[in-house]
């Protein structure tokens, strides 16, 4: 019966965990001076020669080319002289981290007054436990817990991505939003999508504030 007992409790446990995505989260600031109506809504998009030749900015790049698409803004075409420009950068690092912490762990059980009870043949017997069994026994008493010190050691990853929105004639910048986070993931294209929402959510925002913006991993 206890046997059944701890696998039931490890399934149930290894299905709550499978339900539940890794959770990005992100500090976004944003500085804007957007106005309440555009002249007109065209933009393009400004790369460097090394982000023109790279497979990795242009998987990027579309991904903010749909926020900007849900915005009401239009990519213009070759003949068409755009309002915006938009400029996009990323980038990441690592450190390494190690954690030390304490943790309350059971004393073995030769050492806890259950077994001390145990070790004598118990006056009940059991058609079913044997006469070994003895109703007065808890599998949970095991004394008091004991404290050790843990140590863990980890790499963590610092994702960061920029967007930046300005008139095309004079350059002057109207959109300006800087994305953070921290998290174990090492592929930055992986939580590219989760940071170039964060991005864009609420846009354009309230400008010189710094939000937490937080989306599960599908």
């Given at each position: 019966?206890?046997?059944w007992w701890r696998t039931g409790v490890a399934v149930l446990a290894g299905a709550l965990l499978a339900g539940c995505g890794t959770v990005i989260r992100s500090n976004v600031t944003t500085f804007h001076e957007w106005p309440p109506q555009l002249p007109a809504t065209t933009y393009?998009?400004?790369?460097t020669q090394e982000q023109d030749a790279?497979?990795?900015?242009?998987?990027y790049e579309n991904l903010v080319r749909a926020q900007l698409?849900?915005?009401?803004?239009?990519e213009a075409g070759p003949n068409v002289t755009p309002y915006l420009k938009t400029r996009i950068g990323y980038g990441m690092e690592v450190r390494d981290v190690r954690e030390v912490y304490p943790v309350v762990v059971n004393p073995p059980y030769w050492h806890s007054p259950?077994?001390?009870m145990h070790r004598f043949r118990s006056p009940f017997h059991d058609p079913f436990y044997g006469p070994f069994y003895d109703p007065f026994y808890d599998p949970l008493w095991y004394g008091p817990g004991v404290v050790q010190q843990r140590e863990t050691?980890?790499?963590l990853f610092t994702r960061q991505f920029r967007v930046t929105i300005s008139r095309f004639a004079d350059g002057q910048p109207l959109y300006d939003a800087r994305v953070?986070?921290?998290g174990r993931t090492a592929s930055l294209a992986t939580v590219m999508p989760y940071l170039v929402h964060a991005a864009f959510q609420d846009f354009p925002g309230k400008s010189g504030v710094t939000r937490q913006v937080e989306s599960r991993m599908q």
């Open positions: 019966m206890k046997k393009v998009f400004e790369r790279s497979l990795e900015y242009r998987n698409n849900r915005l009401g803004l239009t259950a077994w001390r050691s980890y790499q953070v986070s921290e």
